[in-house]
């Protein structure tokens, strides 16, 4: 028997977490994702879906994008972003609940934590 997908309740708002990927590829055209993250985004600035991202996601996106964007223009970009988002912070528990994670990836460790902050 296949289980059924469950839908969110009509109440509840589905809830994404952005990661550096996701904001890298919305902001530079050449990307190959583009159009899925512009979907996407367009979904969260419609009120359809509410993201969230990490600080390290925020500066690892302001560092890659200062080579290819004057400063000013990452301004721009940078408080777009931050007009449809809002930031997790990162605390020491969990910090500790990532690194008790197995795997090799502890940045994809923080991450995963980060998201289930806001589940």
């Known amino acids: 028997m296949k289980k059924k997908k469950r839908l969110p309740k ?18 530079d055209p050449t990307r190959l994702e583009l159009q899925k993250v512009v ?5 969260i600035e419609n009120d359809e879906l509410e993201s969230y991202l990490s600080e390290s996601v ?3 996106a302001a560092y890659i994008f200062r080579k290819q964007y004057s400063v000013n223009s990452l301004r721009e970009i940078l408080s777009h972003l931050l007009s449809f988002t809002r930031i997790i912070s990162c605390t020491n528990d969990l910090y500790n609940r990532s690194l008790s994670l197995s795997g090799n990836d502890i940045e994809d460790a923080i991450l995963y934590q980060l998201a289930l902050e806001k589940k």
């Open 10 to 27: 009509k109440n509840m708002t589905v809830k994404v977490f952005l990661n550096t990927n996701i904001i890298i590829d919305f902001f």
């Open 39 to 43: 979907s996407v985004i367009s979904a």
């Open 58 to 60: 925020l500066n690892t």
